[in-house]
């Protein structure tokens, strides 16, 4: 069993549900006993769709949700084919009310322009849609995405760190649009793995540069959700630990 890390923070603490080879039912079923949010990784449109009754965690697990949406999203058709793929997906998780949504952003703001007007117009808030920093799109670029478009940001320490991408200056405006935070090393002392820019690591093999980072963002911004995004049980239980005593020796959260 994993430890419990449900102590007082001024955000809430998530995992990612797919933590086991397991079903996300399963996944949240087991991360209910440690922390009191867990984000539904819908990664792929096709296989998530397919999910069944028995796939998908029951309200009754106590916990609090929110989504990641798929990464194979058809954006080449644009905005409008996107939100059509996605709203059979969006039906089948709407029992458990996720409170956000995180979205890696595509190319071509138009594209999100028009994913964002069918989110709109079917009656869903636009601060509940996370605009996530990816390798193509930077913290600069969501924080701009964000404020114009009226949506939430989602910042990821590890595409932050593999991409060597700077924070934006404006705190303040920053801070306002950030609602989670992901985060985990993107590599080990060993570098990247071959022919990738970064991975999901625990937070036990963050740099010390990667460390201040993680409490400049945890003291200077307000998330509501730091997800610690890794995906092993082992890895994760290390990395809840280590986030509980970065926020504890250095007063993070205070």
């Known amino acids: 069993m994993l430890q419990n890390c449900k102590s007082k923070k001024p955000w809430r603490v998530a995992a990612p ?10 996944n949240c079923r087991r991360l209910a006993r440690s922390v009191p949010e867990v984000g539904l990784y819908l990664l792929e449109t096709a296989s998530c769709l ?21 990464l194979d999203l058809p954006w080449r058709l644009g905005g409008y084919a996107v ?25 071509d703001r138009r594209d999100l322009e028009e994913f964002l007007s069918a989110w709109t117009g079917a009656g869903r808030n636009p601060n509940a849609l996370l605009l996530e920093n990816t390798e193509t799109v930077s913290p600069a670029d969501i924080l701009d995405l964000s ?8 910042l990821d320490l590890g595409h932050l760190l593999a991409m060597d991408h700077a924070v934006p200056s404006d705190t303040e405006v920053l801070a306002a649009r950030v609602r989670m935070l992901h985060v985990y090393s993107p590599f080990g002392p060993e570098g990247p793995p071959p022919g990738r820019r970064h991975a999901h690591r625990p937070l ?34 290390e990395s809840l630990a280590v986030l509980d005593a970065l926020v504890t020796t250095a007063g993070a959260g205070a």
């Open 17 to 26: 549900s797919c933590v086991w080879p397991e079903t996300a039912a399963v």
């Open 50 to 70: 397919a999910y069944g009754p028995d796939d998908l965690p029951q309200k009754t697990f106590g916990l609090r949700y929110h989504a990641h949406l798929p």
């Open 83 to 107: 939100a059509e793929a996605i709203a059979g997906l969006l039906d089948k998780i709407a029992h458990l009310d996720p409170w956000g949504f995180v979205l890696h952003p595509p190319a």
């Open 147 to 154: 404020r114009d478009l009226g949506c939430g940001a989602c």
């Open 204 to 237: 036990t093999t963050l740099s010390p540069e990667g460390r201040d980072q993680l409490l400049w963002l945890l003291g200077h911004l307000h998330p509501e959700t730091v997800v610690v995004e890794v995906f092993a049980p082992i890895h994760l239980l």
